[in-house]
């Protein structure tokens, strides 16, 4: 959607904003309308219109929201979404750009799908350098790097170590991908990158490497998430190599996804009620971790049996909390076929989620 058409409509949104200005061409602020902003100080404005690749996005600063234009809008007038959503349909045809309209609708609303048009290792690639000179490849680390330690101790297949990079700085890092980024610190971490359909860049996990340190682990958050593309959604990881023809198995972590082939990872609680658009219809099992005294995964496998999907539910004989973990003493074609011969779906599946939670 067109620069043009966003700021118009935050025009026309901003008599119901208080507190908005323009504060540049390029950028607005008002009192964020979904939280409120401020009880104590109504001239609070930690509400920003920002423009960023082509559009303009809204981000609060004190709830931390973050929107394109037509969920602002659909949240806070859904009569003025319903006229953007024509006015910006309207534009397309009057530009002859339908096709162009179809591309980026499918890279914001699927994340990174291309599921019918794989794309091979060699064709991944940092595109426009979202990577940058502060992350290196695995690939080109000594043997004695803590990355390669960490990645040899967790068993990773090494055809995978060409796209797994390494920062002493994730807190540089992450701001140089995204300016916007102001909480992480300086950490060293392993930085395993999201693609997209044509195999650039669009969004970075940094996971930790110092939580055999028990004491660090207790403070340190595992995963850290940074996308350089903000207009993807939902983010899941592994969609560029996935077969949507064969069974696809939908995990928790991305490294869990690197040791079943087909297998891609759903990044946040959110992602489990909502699939991309090209999956709805196929072959999908979620695997869920093996942690049945975890109240959250419990809930997350009832949901999906509500839904009707298939989940796996995991036998007493697998002790290990995840797929990573269970590799060190299962064979990955083994954990496989403990998968397919424990998935079920409806009344069956029931059953044996509760059969599950007692082994907890």
């Not at 779906?345 to 509760?354: C, D, M, P, Q, V």
Request: hydrophobic letters at 35%; charged letters at 30%.
């Amino acid at each position: 959607m067109s620069v043009i058409i966003d700021k118009k409509f935050i025009n026309l949104v901003s008599i119901d904003l208080r507190n908005f200005k323009w504060k540049k061409e390029t950028q607005a602020q008002c009192s964020c309308p979904i939280c409120g902003d401020s009880k104590k100080d109504a001239k609070k404005a930690r509400g920003y219109f920002y423009q960023k690749h082509g559009r303009f996005f809204y981000k609060c600063f004190n709830c931390g929201y973050w929107s394109n234009m037509y969920k602002f809008l659909l949240a806070i007038s859904p009569e003025l979404c319903k006229e953007y959503g024509l006015e910006s349909f309207k534009r397309n045809i009057n530009s002859n750009q339908i096709q162009k309209k179809k591309e980026q609708t499918t890279t914001e609303e699927e994340g990174m799908i291309g599921l019918f048009k794989r794309t091979p290792l060699k064709k991944i690639r940092d595109k426009h350098n979202v990577l940058g000179d502060q992350a290196t490849c695995l690939n080109n680390l000594p043997k004695d790097h803590s990355a390669v330690k960490f990645a040899n101790a967790r068993m990773i297949p090494k055809e995978y170590w060409g796209i797994l990079y390494y920062t002493d700085d994730f807190g540089s890092f992450s701001k140089n991908m995204d300016p916007e980024t102001n909480f992480f610190e300086k950490e060293e971490r392993l930085i395993i990158p999201f693609f997209n359909s044509h195999g650039d860049v669009v969004a970075v996990q940094g996971r930790a490497l110092n939580m055999t340190d028990e004491s660090n682990a207790r403070q340190t958050i595992k995963y850290l998430t940074v996308k350089a593309d903000k207009s993807i959604d939902k983010l899941f990881y592994g969609l560029w190599r996935c077969n949507p023809e064969k069974r696809i198995y939908v995990v928790e972590g991305p490294l869990d996804s690197l040791f079943i082939s087909n297998a891609i990872a759903m990044v946040g609680a959110s992602a489990v009620s909502k699939l991309p658009e090209r999956l709805k219809d196929r072959d999908v099992v979620f695997v869920l971790d093996n942690e049945p005294r975890n109240s959250q995964i419990v809930r997350f496998n009832e949901d999906l049996i509500k839904q009707g999907r298939k989940v796996c539910i995991w036998p007493s004989s697998v002790t290990e909390k995840d797929i990573n973990d269970m590799s060190y003493r299962i064979s990955t074609k083994k954990i496989k076929k403990i998968i397919d011969e424990n998935t079920f779906s409806g009344l069956e599946a029931i059953t044996r989620l509760k059969e599950w939670k007692k082994h907890g």
